[in-house]
């Protein structure tokens, strides 16, 4: 992993010396809603006729298709409830794990505004799952494999609780597709649930694949306050690089530094398709593959399709054949689309 740091890093370590921490506290734990609130189903009600929620449909249709035929299955790394909320009208039973324990509260209170009786969440982390070996028929994780400090750990884990011929269905983010360039550079800002205001930049770097996220805590004075509407009207104005927009970066944090509280940071390791299948046979599965994910294919058809012309069961119709279609449909590894992979 290359250790270069940016200016902003630079910024940091001198200024402040990061103390580490992990994706869980850091991120997870200080944010309100994942998906901004957009999440069809759990969040808002299911427009077909909408392109995101065709592929977030579609995908959900190529999960059941998946895992069906399995009476448990375990989410692992669950968020807001994607997609264990999704799949649990499809399936027997779900079981949702994160390490984030605001993100189980968040998860367990949409499971009952949606009444779903045959979802349980547990605060655990992936890599020391407390279930028995062989508890579940299947699992799916979802961006949730590299959130964590031992990937590989949290893949035998996965091994261990599923039963003999469980499948597992792995979402990842591909850094060596996803990147135009060789890094990216993010800052957002957030209010924390202890009444801080955090500054956070993400770093992520394409070849080879890792992300290092900071976190930057400020007193909430009226003067920060009104320091951090002006940055957020200028991220929603002209983006959220601080490279290209410099006072939102050095610049901001150097003005305000006498109201910051702290610094912590985390790295993460992020996985090309090979990386992640030779991870997952390493951690025991056998038959694992990479195959085109549902929702890549329903983009690509909806932008061929007049869904005003359409009615609804009709998307939905097809919605389920996409998930059908691209149950085995492999997929070239340098595109970055799901694995699938089974226990032995």
């Not at 949702?96 to 505004?113: F, K, L, M, P």
């Not at 509407?229 to 690089?241: F, K, L, M, P, Y």
């Not at 329903?298 to 061929?304: I, V, W």
Request: net charge negative; hydrophobic share 40%.
């Amino acid at each position: 992993m290359s250790k270069k740091h940016t200016a902003i890093e630079n910024w940091l370590w001198e200024t402040l010396r990061p103390e580490t921490s992990d994706s869980a506290r850091q991120t997870y734990d200080n944010m309100a809603q994942q998906g901004n609130g957009q999440l069809p189903v759990i969040d808002q009600p299911l427009d077909l006729s909408c392109q995101a929620h065709f592929r977030d449909e579609s995908q959900i249709q190529q999960i059941v298709a998946q895992l069906k035929d399995c009476r448990e299955i375990l989410d692992i790394g669950c968020g807001d409830g994607w997609p264990s909320l999704r799949l649990a009208p499809h399936v027997r039973s779900v079981t949702g794990i994160d390490a984030s324990a605001r993100r189980i509260d968040v998860t367990r209170a949409n499971a009952e505004r949606m009444k779903l009786t045959n979802v349980k969440f547990q605060q655990m982390t992936a890599t020391e799952l407390d279930f028995a070996d062989g508890s579940f028929g299947a699992a799916v994780a979802a961006s949730s494999f590299e959130q964590t400090e031992d990937p590989l750990r949290a893949m035998e884990q996965a091994y261990r609780v599923l039963r003999s011929g469980g499948r597992l269905f792995v979402l990842y983010e591909s850094l060596d597709v996803r990147l135009a360039r060789s890094t990216a550079e993010e800052v957002f800002l957030a209010e924390h649930p202890d009444g801080t205001l955090g500054w956070h930049y993400c770093l992520k770097h394409k070849s080879p694949a890792w992300e290092r996220d900071y976190l930057v805590r400020f007193n909430t004075t009226p003067e920060i306050a009104a320091a951090f509407a002006t940055a957020r009207e200028t991220i929603g104005r002209v983006g959220d690089n601080p490279f290209e927009i410099p006072e939102i970066g050095v610049q901001f944090l150097e003005a305000n530094k006498n109201s910051i509280q702290g610094c912590s940071y985390y790295e993460l390791e992020h996985f090309s398709a090979e990386a992640m299948i030779q991870s997952l046979e390493d951690a025991g599965f056998t038959d694992v593959r990479s195959v085109y994910s549902a929702g890549h294919i329903a983009d690509k058809l909806f932008q061929e399709l007049e869904p005003a012309l359409l009615k609804d069961n009709q998307l939905a119709i097809l919605a389920a054949a996409i998930g059908r279609l691209t149950l085995d449909l492999p997929a070239p590894l340098q595109h970055g689309q799901p694995v699938i992979a089974t226990k032995p």
